[in-house]
């Protein structure tokens, strides 16, 4: 069975960094393209961020392109987001994903795994 479980949230101020980990079991990271997505309060989950199987392409949505770097700690089998000069419209409950396939650039496509979500705060 495949569990996605994040951690790293917490409250930051903003331009602070945060580093966002999701422990995977059940699947090897290495074989499965993996995504960050987030819902903010009262909005619909947005896409993040991703990186395609073995780690060779990464997307970005532009709203956190140059802010956020998605990468694959294959030894600990997690996917992690760094995220740095964080505003307060970063604030949201982020979530990992999981799934066979390509990766998308608009990020729309579709994950099988999920994980429970993390919440991140940024304080103005």
């Known amino acids: 069975q495949v569990h996605l479980v994040e951690s790293g949230g917490g409250l930051v101020q903003a331009g602070g960094s945060l580093t966002l980990s999701c422990a995977a079991s059940?699947?090897?990271?290495?074989?499965?393209?993996l995504g960050w997505f987030r819902q903010a309060p009262g909005k619909e989950r947005e896409y993040v961020a991703s990186?395609?199987?073995?780690?060779?392409?990464?997307y970005y949505a532009d709203s956190v392109k140059g802010r956020f770097t998605i990468s694959r700690d294959s030894a600990k089998n997690m996917v992690l987001l760094q995220m740095h000069s964080l505003k307060p419209e970063d604030t949201a409950i982020y979530y990992c994903?999981?799934?066979?396939?390509?990766?998308?650039?608009?990020?729309?496509?579709?994950?099988?795994?999920w994980g429970q979500g993390t919440q991140v705060t940024v304080s103005s």
């Open positions: 990186i395609s199987r073995f780690g060779s392409i990464t």
């Open positions: 994903a999981g799934g066979q396939g390509a990766v998308w650039k608009d990020g729309t496509d579709t994950y099988d795994y």
């Open positions: 059940g699947v090897t990271v290495n074989n499965y393209k």
